[in-house]
T-cell receptor, first 114, second 113 residues
Framework: DAGVTQSPTHLIKTRGQQVTLRCSPI?????VSWYQQVLGQGPQFIFQ???????GRGNFPDRFSARQFPNYSSELNVNALLLGDSALYLC?????????????FGPGTRLTVL | AQSVTQPDIHITVSEGASLELRCNYS??????LFWYVQSPGQGLQLLLK??????LVQGIKGFEAEFKRSQSSFNLRKPSVHWSDAAEYFC???????????FGTGTRLLVSP
């Protein structure tokens, strides 16, 4: 079975641009969570989506938004990019909303903002 | 505030030697506790988790962790380290409302020959 997939693998943007990152969960999983991992830090929770609705949000500005599609895949959008947005963005999927205890992580998208 | 602390940024262990990585948490009630490993270019892989019951938890790849309520700790151990264990290790905690998974800052394990 395929695991969590994310695209693209790497991305380079300049300040002020907008970026969209994509995540496909494990088949049958209905919940997707997004995390930001800045170099040298642990992952920070950004969003959780379940059944196409936002179910949790971390301490991130409104420049960050996400959505989940009927096939449970998800996109993370970041507007007006700042240098500090450079990070590894991880997507994790789980079966249900309350099953963050059984999350499976993708390999991440490395975003570099110049 | 809920937090997870990993006091060691880097640890170097000789191959074949034992390993202990430290993790402390600060939560009102005992959270669910996890250890993840991240190899370069890889996502996070769950090593083990603790919810309740036996305070010594067995995980994959020969790892185990011990929960100590009195010390608010959940330290990861392995009796004999292999070169392939070199990676970054993250301790994480999930509150009982299942709302937010909080990670520590990680410990990078280096394995010397």
């Amino acid at each position: 079975d395929a695991g969590v997939t994310q695209s693209p693998t790497h991305l380079i943007k300049t300040r002020g641009q907008q970026v969209t990152l994509r995540c496909s969960p494990i088949s049958g999983h209905k919940s997707v969570s997004w995390y930001q991992q800045v170099l040298g830090q642990g992952p920070q929770f950004i969003f959780q989506y379940y059944e196409k609705e936002e179910r949790g949000r971390g301490n991130f500005p409104d420049r960050f938004s996400a959505r989940q599609f009927p096939n449970y895949s998800s996109e993370l959008n970041v507007n007006a990019l700042l240098l500090g947005d450079s990070a590894l963005y991880l997507c994790a999927s789980s079966f249900g909303q309350r099953t963050l205890i059984e999350q499976f992580f993708g390999p991440g998208t490395r975003l570099t903002v110049l | 505030a809920q937090s997870v602390t990993q006091p060691d940024i880097h640890i170097t262990v000789s191959e074949g030697a034992s390993l202990e990585l430290r993790c402390n948490y600060s939560y009102g009630a005992t959270p669910y506790l996890f250890w993840y490993v991240q190899s370069p270019g890889q996502g996070l892989q769950l090593l083990l988790k603790y919810f309740s019951g036996d305070t010594l938890v067995q995980g994959i790849k020969g790892f185990e962790a011990e929960f100590k309520r009195s010390q608010s700790s959940f330290n990861l151990r392995k009796p004999s380290v292999h070169w392939s264990d070199a990676a970054e290790y993250f301790c994480a905690a999930l509150n009982t409302g299942f709302q937010k998974l909080v990670f520590g800052t990680g410990t990078r394990l280096l394995v010397s020959p």
